[in-house]
């Protein structure tokens, strides 16, 4: 079974920048959007960013300005570029493609994300 594998995620300081990166093990079928996802303990996983395969991006209100997603469409490779990091940003991200955002589609594992302050 296919899935998405992520990479990138870290210990940073408040302030500083991680560069996350999603790749499929294999090959992706019927994928529009790409996004990520992420979710602290005790609460729910909400979207981060997404982005579709011409290039539409959508952000949360919390990461606008701060993070940058970007896709690679040959690889079906989704990055998500977060500078200027704060302490709520800590939480496990997650990848996910798929047909449309509210279709189930393929998803990662999740890579973890602290930032202290």
């Known amino acids: 079974q296919v899935k998405l594998v992520e990479s990138g995620g870290g210990l940073v300081q408040a302030g500083g920048s991680l560069r996350l990166s999603c790749a499929p093990s294999?090959?992706?079928?019927?994928?529009?959007?790409m996004g990520w996802y992420r979710q602290a303990p005790g609460n729910r996983r909400d979207l981060v960013a997404d982005?579709?395969?011409?290039?539409?991006?959508n952000y949360a209100d919390s990461v606008k300005g701060r993070f940058t997603i970007s896709r690679d469409n040959i690889k079906n490779t989704v990055y998500l570029q977060m500078n200027s990091l704060k302490p709520e940003d800590t939480a496990v991200y997650y990848c996910?493609?798929?047909?449309?955002?509210?279709?189930?589609?393929?998803w990662g594992q999740g890579t973890q994300v602290t930032v202290s302050s």
């Open positions: 996910k493609a798929a047909r449309t955002r509210d279709s189930l589609g393929y």
């Open positions: 294999g090959r992706l079928f019927n994928v529009n959007i």
């Open positions: 982005i579709t395969n011409t290039g539409i991006a």
